[in-house]
């Protein structure tokens, strides 16, 4: 390899990490000078909030917690995904199908999903149940409508190719429409994950037994600031692990995809 | 082989009315036989290509295979697109092997023979590649070679190098030739292009426009094997050549009332 081959291989594999590592820096530097300089009481600064992590991350109950929210999280993520997928490919693929969802859609997308959670609760109690259910419910809309988009932009040459195979209606949903709408779904997907962040903690926000949410919440009625800064970081952490895996399991499932440019992924 | 009969296409439009996009097409394509369309931009050359393929149902009329009415797609009429329409999340060699496959067959034995056609089609070594890592010209190599797999009877090429350069162009046309030349299929080829259809075809079809109509069918009484560097000094291939020019060049009618 000659040396500027190597220089430019450095530069692209250390580039992609460096700058999100500097923002980093510079916002815990920035939170701390702030913390310092013009201290009031509510804000504790970046290093005593770190200082707190091992403290929550090594108690036992907490970490139970934290990986209670995560299953929660997992177990929604994935019901909604078993049924927003198909529903959303039948919708782009027949007429019928999406006139009829649609109107539903419509009325569902702008309500605030944790907003429902006290009515939810009426109905399944504070459980498991009622926060799974806020979680598949903030899931499942843009899964459904990036399904949608994809099936409806799926090729009509690409399903006769397949229909002069002798393939038949039901095997063109799965085995084409299906994977030529690959992307257009991972792009919902990746929606889905920030929402069932958001919707699982604030479900554990209004119904107080368990989870990330919980620990969050009741430090801060109790004023203890550096649980609360200290469990902010993370959640954060955990987003953006779960999105790096996320994009990890795209680039396997879709490195035969043409690059897109998307509002909510872009490719660095 | 393949009968026409009296097939007519009309759209529906946008907000009511009706488009008369074929009318009356009558044509028989014998068994074996390389039959060119030939006309201008939107004369319905692709519409009769659908229609005869079952992708779209005529309005009036009616297609014979074989003796058996035609009600939709099936393997014995192979289309190829000018869009390609390559299954993109599936190698060269997925792709090429996926009708075998779909027809039943084991998948080393599905894969043996797509290799082999893939060797044929000048793509040897790009097997494991994707749809999007290869040139136009590739892509519509393996989408000849995807539709030959299953072995249609009839093959149904929409402009299928109309996308492509000169050069690519005048090979594929020659690696056509060579192929068909081997087996002999029956095939119906849309192209707007005159020399092409001179140089490929037994017959020439032309259609002229609104409403898509044939207006001559033309003979091309040219000796096979044809070599395009022989033919091009052929007093009896460019008289071909401006013959059917001349036809298709008439100024286009305007829609009518
Ligand atoms: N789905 C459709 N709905 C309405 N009108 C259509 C539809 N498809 C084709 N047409 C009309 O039918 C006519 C023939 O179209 P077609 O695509 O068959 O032409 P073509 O000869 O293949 O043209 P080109 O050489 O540009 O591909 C056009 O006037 C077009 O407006
Ligand atoms: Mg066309």
């Not at chain 1, 460096?18 to 923002?23: D, F, I, M």
């Not at chain 1, 107080?208 to 600031?225: C, K, P, S």
């Amino acid at each position: 390899m000659t040396a500027a081959a190597l220089a430019t291989r450095t530069r692209a594999t250390l580039l992609p990490g460096l700058p999100p590592l500097l923002a980093c820096l510079a916002l815990l530097l920035a939170w701390q000078l702030y913390a310092r300089t013009l201290s009031m009481g509510g804000i504790p600064d970046a290093l005593s909030t770190i200082r707190e992590l091992p403290a929550i991350l090594g108690d036992r109950e907490s970490l139970a917690d934290i990986l209670d929210s995560i299953r929660r999280m997992a177990i929604g993520f994935a019901i909604a995904l078993a049924f927003s997928v198909p529903l959303g490919l039948f919708m782009g693929r027949s007429r019928t199908v999406a006139a009829m969802v649609n109107p539903l859609l419509m009325i569902t997308y702008p309500v605030p999903k944790a907003a429902l959670m006290p009515i939810i609760m009426l109905w399944f109690g504070v459980g498991d149940a009622s926060k799974l259910l806020v979680i598949v419910l903030g899931v499942s809309l843009p899964v459904i409508y990036h399904a949608y988009q994809g099936a409806r932009a799926v090729e009509e040459k690409m399903l006769w190719s397949a229909r002069a195979m002798g393939m038949s209606g039901p095997a063109r949903l799965a085995r084409i429409v299906l994977p030529a709408s690959l992307p257009e779904i991972l792009v919902g997907c990746r929606t889905g994950i920030v929402l069932a962040l958001i919707t699982m903690i604030t479900s554990e926000m209004i119904a107080r037994q368990t989870g990330a949410g919980n620990i969050l919440f009741n430090a801060l009625d109790m004023a203890q600031y550096e649980t609360v800064y200290a469990m902010i970081l993370v959640i954060s952490a955990l987003g953006i692990v779960l999105d790096m895996l996320f994009e990890y399991v795209r680039g396997l499932l879709t490195g035969w995809a043409e690059p897109r440019h998307d509002l909510l992924a872009p490719s660095l | 082989m393949i009968a026409i009969s009296g097939v007519t296409k009309t759209f529906q439009r946008r907000g009511g009315g009706t488009h008369l996009a074929i009318d009356s097409i009558d044509l028989q394509v014998a068994e074996g036989e390389f039959v060119s369309i030939l006309g201008p931009s939107g004369c319905g050359k692709s519409t009769l290509l659908y229609i005869v393929g079952g992708f779209v149902p005529p309005s009036r009329g009616s297609i014979t295979v074989s003796g058996r009415p035609v009600t939709g797609p099936g393997p014995d009429r192979g289309p190829v697109f000018q869009e390609f329409a390559l299954f993109p999340w599936k190698t060269v060699l997925g792709n090429v092997a996926y009708g075998l496959r779909e027809a039943g067959m084991r998948k080393r034995e599905a894969e043996r023979q797509a290799e082999a056609l893939i060797a044929r089609v000048g793509l040897k070594g790009y097997e494991s590649f994707y749809p999007k890592e290869l040139s136009g010209g590739m892509k519509q190599r393996v989408a000849i070679a995807r539709t030959l797999a299953y072995n249609p009877a009839i093959l149904l090429m929409d402009e299928p190098f109309g996308a492509l350069d000169a050069h690519t162009r005048v090979r594929l046309q020659n690696e056509l030739l060579e192929l068909w030349e081997r087996d002999r299929k029956t095939v119906l080829f849309v192209t707007h292009a005159v020399d092409e259809a001179v140089f490929l075809s037994d017959r020439v079809v032309v259609m002229s426009r609104q409403p898509g109509r044939i207006k001559a069918i033309v003979d091309i009484d040219l000796p096979r094997p044809r070599h395009r560097d022989e033919l091009l000094l052929q007093s009896r291939y460019q008289h071909l050549v401006i013959e059917l020019e001349r036809m298709i060049e008439d100024p286009p009618e305007e829609i009518r009332p």
